[in-house]
């Protein structure tokens, strides 16, 4: 066996062994204290961006469901409100069958008249004050498009939560589209007072109970404000309101027999042609019989109004019903990919524990083993030295 002084492979040998041996006893130690296979991309590159990406899409995902669940808070605010307005519409048709027998006293009807009015009013009321934060969700401040949700990281993922306007004004704007009264303007109404659905007869109705001839008149009276555009375009027009002092006014007022109806029952029958005798006479009015069909077709005017704008609540509420199921549909989607993905990131960048442990045991017997070597290697230039003695 050859000795030298100058160099020591075995040494050098067992250096760089032991230097080997302790980096991956390092990156043992690393992996199982972090519980990560990939601390840094030396570790596995091609697994790091994969990992990354999976990382990105949790990510997105989770804020996702954070803002579907914002969307459900919403429509449920939204609902909550428009089942109360729903009640009180509900009511308001209770009251409007009870107009209907015309044994009621002038002190009774006066009663039905004001919770018919407090009920109209806390609809407007209800439907100005809800809010989500600080942003109106159920008048003309709402969206008519409705609030868009992302609810996926993709680009054009956005689902739609759409709260409506409970307006009274805008419900029967509602009313008016569901009834494709189209091409009558407001403006023009008491000229086509039969062709402009469940308002016009409504208008119709007011004119009967208070005695009003024209049109045109009674029309300003329900519904005041700048009146322009077509009647469907009342969902939209804040400017236009109805009088619900007025409106009440159907409900509480009693048809009687007076001097000059006539020119009612022309303007009335020119638009309603319902009325089996039109005829009345100058000197004493409308016959009892013509009370009778008057009576019933004031009742039905309101009845039929409340029945249909508590329809529009009832759609309106069916349609915030169905996107919320799709928005719990959206979050049961999500929270699924998120678990799955999540199990595709741990298999890349978890540590695996009985492989990682026994890789470290091996190492520290090696480390002690190769320690033990090299210090015997440093000894055998000190051979040389004793031939030299």
Excluded: C, W
């Excluded at 008048?139 to 306007?165: C, H, L, M, W």
């Excluded at 016009?200 to 519904?223: F, P, Q, R, W």
């Excluded at 069916?318 to 199921?325: F, H, I, K, M, V």
Aim: no cysteine; aromatic share 4%; net charge negative.
């Amino acid at each position: 066996m050859a000795l030298f002084l100058n160099t020591n492979m075995a040494a050098s040998t067992g250096r760089y062994n032991l230097q080997q041996i302790s980096d991956q006893i390092n990156l043992s130690v690393q992996k199982l204290s972090t519980g990560s296979r990939v601390n840094a991309s030396r570790d596995d590159a091609a697994g790091l961006r994969l990992a990354d990406q999976m990382t990105t899409q949790l990510t997105g995902l989770t804020q996702s469901n954070r803002n579907a669940n914002y969307g459900l808070a919403l429509a449920q605010i939204a609902e909550g409100s428009l089942t109360e307005v729903s009640t009180n519409l509900q009511r308001g048709y209770q009251l409007a069958v009870t107009s209907g027998n015309r044994t009621l006293s002038s002190e009774g009807r006066i009663a039905l008249g004001e919770e018919f009015k407090v009920l109209m009013e806390t609809n407007n009321r209800i439907a100005n004050n809800t809010k989500y934060g600080d942003i109106q969700i159920l008048n003309y401040e709402s969206d008519s498009a409705g609030f868009k949700i992302q609810t996926r990281p993709e680009p054009a993922a956005a689902e739609t939560v759409t709260t409506g306007n409970a307006i009274l004004g805008a419900l029967f704007g509602k009313l008016a589209n569901t009834e494709s009264i189209t091409g009558q303007t407001l403006s023009t109404i008491s000229a086509n007072l039969g062709n402009t659905g469940t308002l016009g007869k409504l208008i119709a109705a007011y004119m009967v109970v208070t005695g009003e001839s024209d049109a045109g008149v009674g029309a300003d009276a329900l519904l005041t404000g700048t009146r322009a555009g077509d009647i469907s375009l009342m969902l939209d027009n804040s400017a236009i309101e109805v009088d619900i002092t007025e409106l009440k006014k159907v409900l509480v007022n009693e048809v009687t027999a007076q001097v000059g109806q006539s020119a009612l029952i022309t303007g009335v029958a020119a638009a309603f042609t319902a009325f089996a005798d039109t005829a009345v006479d100058s000197a004493t009015g409308f016959s009892d019989s013509q009370i009778n069909q008057l009576h019933a077709f004031t009742t039905d005017a309101l009845l039929t109004a409340m029945t249909g704008l508590s329809s529009e609540v009832t759609r309106q509420r069916t349609r915030l019903g169905a996107e919320q199921n799709g928005l719990s549909s959206t979050i049961r989607a999500n929270s699924t990919a998120m678990v799955n993905i999540k199990e595709a990131r741990g298999r890349i960048t978890d540590t695996d524990y009985a492989a990682e442990t026994a890789s470290l045991t091996r190492n520290r017997i090696l480390f002690d083993t190769v320690s033990s070597v090299l210090a015997q290697a440093n000894q055998r230039p000190g051979l040389a030295m004793a031939l030299l003695r």
